[in-house]
């Protein structure tokens, strides 16, 4: 069986339609069927059955593409045990974070790896969490960062997962907001501007969810995907934000954090293909990952 095929029977698996797998493969839709009929060959079994205009996987087809990620991570491991001899960790390693814990965990723990291990390579990705888990299941990445409270995409039995951090939801200000001291109860702020996340994201469903929990529907001014600007906007005075704790840099934005009356903490995690045992470089970037001391830890 062909690797590279078996690859796309996977990625038909978690994306679903032969159109997301030719996107995501950079292929076009003919050639990505041709390839999984090519496969079919190969295994002398029916992988795929049409109903109507779409194609999905026969029971056969589910097995084979939900043992192919297994198949190919341990392929890969006996790729990199052969390139070094297994004397230390070496290869390339995908790392899928999301905005606000690229710049507090992922380039911290890639800093001491690049000085430790002179043979790994880490490639890091920005994924939020809606995008990280389809990423991880379809081999795009070795390791994402991501949050076991992201409901979209429920992490599932085929994952293992190392809590990294805990962090705190706040209410972000523009300096000198009359928004007195200590937590805030967010229905006071019904009437109030709003930079939110991209639509469907994970901080805009989460945002929008803490609001309709307060009893209203806010008026939102912006939708930015990146952090930075959200902040510069607020720090303007054109917004007001509900950010992670990990994304507020108070050193280059002078804004006002509040906490909420109602806590809202979210647990950063890191999730792995489970399967093969992972190759000694994922298993050092764990590792790294875990000893960072510069974030909260979640508690037991």
């Not at 190969?42 to 087809?61: K, M, N, P, Y």
């Not at 690229?102 to 430790?116: D, E, M, N, S, Y």
């Not at 609001?211 to 303007?236: I, T």
């Not at 970037?285 to 510069?294: C, F, G, I, N, Q």
């Amino acid at each position: 069986m062909n690797p590279w095929r078996l690859k796309l029977l996977s990625q038909l698996d978690t994306l679903g339609t032969i159109r997301a797998v030719a996107q995501a493969a950079n292929l076009s839709p003919s050639s990505v069927s041709q390839q999984l009929a090519v496969l079919e060959t190969e295994t002398r079994t029916q992988l795929l059955e049409r109903t109507g205009r779409r194609v999905r996987l026969t029971s056969a087809g589910l097995i084979l593409a939900r043992r192919a990620r297994s198949i190919l991570d341990h392929m890969d491991s006996v790729e990199t045990e052969l390139r070094g001899f297994g004397d230390e960790p070496s290869g390339l390693v995908r790392l899928g974070a999301f905005q606000s814990a690229i710049h507090t965990l992922a380039v911290p723990a890639v800093t001491r790896l690049a000085r430790a291990y002179p043979h790994l390579d880490v490639e890091i990705l920005e994924l939020e969490p809606h995008a990280s888990m389809p990423a991880l299941r379809v081999g795009d990445a070795d390791i994402v960062i991501t949050t076991t409270d992201f409901d979209e995409q429920p992490l599932g039995p085929d994952l293992d997962l190392v809590p990294l951090a805990t962090d705190e939801i706040l209410l972000v200000l523009p300096p000198g907001h009359p928004a007195g001291r200590g937590p805030v109860n967010l229905a006071a702020f019904a009437d109030e501007p709003w930079a939110f996340d991209i639509a469907q994201s994970y901080m805009a469903n989460l945002a929008l969810r803490l609001c309709r929990q307060a009893r209203f529907e806010p008026r939102v001014v912006c939708r930015f995907s990146n952090y930075m600007m959200a902040l510069q906007h607020v720090e303007a005075g054109l917004s007001i934000a509900l950010l992670p704790a990990l994304a507020v840099d108070h050193r280059r934005y002078d804004v006002t954090t509040r906490q909420l009356a109602t806590p809202e903490i979210r647990t950063i995690t890191a999730a792995i293909r489970r399967g093969a045992p992972p190759r000694a470089a994922v298993r050092v970037v764990l590792d790294s990952l875990r000893r960072d001391p510069t974030v909260p830890l979640p508690t037991p």
